[in-house]
């Protein structure tokens, strides 16, 4: 489509007009007929109900891998980035909608990675639809971690030694995405910049390292190719907890992988060869706290916080259980996938050794400090 010297609001009926016309007759957009449309909706050129018709039709066509490209080239243009002065980084993608069925303990894989020699950073936001779950940013807040760095901020946490992580808000670093924040509440349903946003990659370094997960078959595939799309020297995509990096703890599977710009492959991960001997999934509130989060209480999101902070700074500390257990599968098979060590029970060693030796949790308290 010819768009010179047309108004944005045609220009995006066109686009409706192709992807939003039903299950048969559903055209698909080109690369850069989804980069226009999106770039339409961040720079707030076309009314909400264009933009939020565009976002929703296109998750029920089922998006095509240009149309991908083109809607997170849309995203990476509106992004604040910041450059830090290191050879690698690894990035924790866990899903801005947040977890509302298990305890998350992925926000202190962070300090973890830092301190088994891979700087790490996530990003993320308050609250986002559908599920308005609890996120990174409100236990790193509770727990008296900085969740309002600026992006130069964050690569200077990433860059001291005695920090190495960072937790960066969608806010900051991409304003004009977050400001959708109201209307992805009004479509309800998980719009198609859901994945893609994980992927805007706001601090680079020389290397930078993708840890993502999904839910719905497809995106195994989906993911890595917006990802080298996006630039990242390699990606590690599991089939996690609630679509999050954390893996189930009680089952082998396959992680879809490219490492440092290499081929697609399938990795096997087996919890057995990190150590971890257990039937439990996923780490589960207790009885009173998943009440209260089902019920909406007003304190069930404040005890879920407090659980799943407590689980996650006494494993820092080197306390056995199920949270200790999650975090050095789940650290150790992002280690072991792109390639920095031979096995997975190498990289289970260093990561247990590291919260076992204090310095995970040192990491930990110098980012409260």
Same mark, same amino acid.
């Given at each position: 489509?010819?768009?010179?010297?047309?108004?944005?609001?045609?220009?995006?009926?066109?686009?409706?007009?192709?992807?939003?016309?039903?299950?048969?007759?559903?055209?698909?957009?080109?690369?850069?007929?989804?980069?226009?449309?999106?770039?339409?909706?961040?720079?707030? &050129?076309? *009314?909400?109900?264009?933009?939020?018709?565009?976002?929703?039709?296109?998750?029920?066509?089922?998006?095509?891998?240009?149309? /991908?490209?083109?809607?997170?080239?849309?995203?990476?243009?509106?992004?604040?980035? &910041?450059?830090v002065?290191?050879? &690698?980084?690894?990035? !924790? @993608?866990?899903?801005?909608?947040?977890?509302?069925?298990?305890?998350?303990?992925? *926000?202190?894989?962070?300090?973890?990675?830092?301190?088994?020699?891979? *700087?790490?950073?996530?990003?993320?936001?308050?609250?986002?639809?559908?599920? #308005?779950g609890?996120?990174?940013?409100?236990?790193?807040?509770?727990?008296g971690?900085?969740?309002?760095?600026?992006?130069? &901020?964050?690569?200077?946490?990433?860059?001291?030694?005695?920090?190495? #992580?960072?937790?960066?808000?969608?806010?900051?670093?991409?304003?004009?995405?977050?400001?959708?924040?109201?209307?992805?509440?009004?479509?309800?349903?998980?719009?198609?910049?859901?994945?893609?946003?994980?992927?805007?990659?706001?601090?680079?370094?020389?290397?930078?390292?993708?840890?993502?997960?999904?839910?719905?078959?497809?995106?195994?595939?989906? !993911?890595?190719?917006?990802?080298?799309?996006?630039?990242?020297?390699?990606?590690?995509?599991?089939? +996690?907890?609630?679509?999050?990096?954390?893996? *189930?703890?009680?089952?082998?599977?396959?992680?879809?992988?490219?490492? /440092?710009? +290499?081929e697609?492959?399938?990795?096997?991960?087996?919890?057995?060869?990190? +150590?971890?001997?257990?039937?439990?999934?996923?780490?589960?509130?207790?009885?009173?706290?998943?009440?209260?989060?089902?019920?909406?209480?007003?304190?069930?999101?404040?005890?879920?916080l407090?659980? @799943?902070?407590?689980? +996650?700074?006494?494993?820092?500390?080197g306390?056995?259980?199920?949270?200790?257990?999650?975090?050095?599968?789940?650290?150790?098979?992002?280690?072991?996938?792109?390639?920095?060590?031979?096995?997975?029970?190498?990289?289970a060693?260093?990561?247990?050794?590291?919260?076992?030796?204090?310095?995970?949790?040192?990491?930990? /308290?110098?980012?409260?400090?």
């Open positions: 489509m010819n768009t010179i010297n047309t108004n944005p609001s045609t220009r995006m009926a066109a686009y409706l007009k192709k992807i939003a016309t039903g299950p048969h007759l559903s055209k698909d957009l080109t690369h850069d007929e989804a980069k226009d449309g999106m770039r339409l909706i961040l720079n707030k &050129e076309v *009314p909400d109900v264009q933009a939020g018709v565009f976002l929703v039709a296109l998750r029920m066509k089922r998006e095509t891998d240009d149309e /991908n490209k083109g809607m997170l080239s849309a995203l990476r243009e509106a992004t604040r980035f &910041e450059t002065s290191l050879p &690698e980084i690894a990035e !924790i @993608a866990d899903p801005y909608d947040g977890f509302k069925r298990h305890l998350p303990t992925s *926000p202190f894989l962070l300090p973890l990675h830092a301190a088994c020699g891979m *700087p790490a950073i996530s990003h993320g936001c308050e609250q986002v639809g559908p599920k #308005w609890v996120t990174h940013k409100q236990i790193f807040r509770a727990a971690i900085a969740v309002d760095l600026t992006p130069k &901020e964050a690569a200077e946490r990433l860059a001291n030694p005695k920090v190495g #992580w960072a937790y960066l808000d969608q806010s900051v670093f991409c304003p004009a995405l977050h400001d959708l924040i109201e209307l992805r509440r009004l479509i309800v349903k998980r719009p198609a910049i859901a994945t893609l946003e994980k992927m805007c990659g706001p601090i680079r370094a020389q290397k930078n390292h993708l840890f993502i997960g999904y839910v719905h078959a497809g995106y195994d595939k989906q !993911i890595p190719m917006a990802a080298r799309h996006a630039g990242y020297h390699s990606c590690v995509t599991v089939l +996690g907890v609630e679509g999050g990096v954390l893996l *189930p703890m009680h089952k082998a599977q396959s992680a879809s992988v490219y490492a /440092n710009g +290499g697609d492959q399938s990795v096997f991960l087996n919890p057995s060869d990190a +150590g971890i001997q257990t039937n439990l999934q996923y780490i589960v509130p207790s009885a009173d706290c998943k009440e209260a989060m089902k019920e909406g209480e007003p304190d069930g999101r404040d005890l879920f407090k659980e @799943a902070i407590h689980l +996650g700074l006494e494993a820092l500390s306390v056995r259980g199920a949270a200790y257990d999650s975090l050095v599968y789940s650290a150790s098979a992002f280690l072991y996938a792109i390639g920095k060590f031979p096995s997975l029970a190498d990289a060693k260093l990561a247990s050794a590291q919260l076992d030796s204090g310095a995970a949790l040192e990491r930990f /308290n110098q980012a409260s400090s």
